[in-house]
Structures are given as C-alpha cells and as structure tokens.
C-alpha cells in the first residue's frame, strides 16, 4: 500500500514538473492569466499590484510567519524573511493598503483560493490536487520535503 502511495505522489510531481522542493504558487480555475513572472508574483504579494487584467481584485494570502513553508517563500522570493517585511507592511497600512490575509495550513489555503475569486496562494506540491492549478512555480534551496509527510 505504502508503494502505490509513493509511486501516486511521484507521478504527480512529474505530471506538473516541480521538484518537491518548489512552491506552487496557485489561483482559481477562474484565473484566466497566463503571464505569471517572479516580478508579477512578487508585487501581487506586496500589494502593489492590487487588481488583475480584468479588473478584479487580487486576494494574496499568506500561511502563518513561523511556517517553515511561508519562510522559504518569502526568503526565496523577497530575499527577505516575513518579520524583515514588517517596516514595508506598517507603511502600506497608512496608505491604506492591508497585507495579504493569513491563512492556517495548506489545507485552508486550497480551500479559500478555490472558492474564492482573484484568491492567489501557494502551497507544496505534495497537496496540489484538482481544485486550484498552478501559475507560477517559486524554486528554493530549502528542504521542504519532509513537510509533506505532516499533512495539509
């Protein structure tokens, strides 16, 4: 049984050519832009793109500032770490502009960003599964494997 498992979770990590290490950055099925890039990525997430082609409006979120997934995402995209960002994030706040909400797990994440629109998350590509598709994939250097095995 243990076989079949792994041999699932290798097929679908070939099927959408991420190494276990690469975060996911994920949208609604609804998402119809294809033009994703590390710099569109990064100021979705800081807010400074706040709405998409079609007028609507980006709904970034964020796991936790201590999860070790959060950590490699922000590490790896903003070179920085989640609490370097503070500073920037109080700023935006007088501007009126609020940082991405906060979600729980991988898990919550999937669910808000498949039922909600202009919803924009990331997650490991051990928890893809047919409610959300991929739009850009982030490759670290962390080891995020062993992350899998805790659940979503």
Known sequence: MMNVR???LLLVMLSSQARADDIL????????FKNFSSKRVKNIFLRKTLLNEAGGGWIPLNLNADDPIRLA?????????????EPYWNEQY???????????SE???LRFVAGTRGAIGYIL????????????????????????????
């Open 25 to 32: 950055v994920i949208t609604g099925h609804d998402t119809s």
């Open 94 to 104: 007088f501007q009126g502009i609020a940082p991405p909400y906060v979600v729980a």
């Open 107 to 109: 898990e919550a994440m």
């Open 125 to 152: 590509p051990c928890h893809l599964d047919g409610r959300v598709k991929v739009v850009f994939k982030v490759t670290t250097k962390y080891d995020l494997k062993l992350y899998c095995n805790t659940g979503a």
């Open 6 to 8: 792994i041999l699932t």
């Open 73 to 85: 995402f922000s590490r790896t995209l903003f070179n920085l770490p989640p609490e370097a960002l």
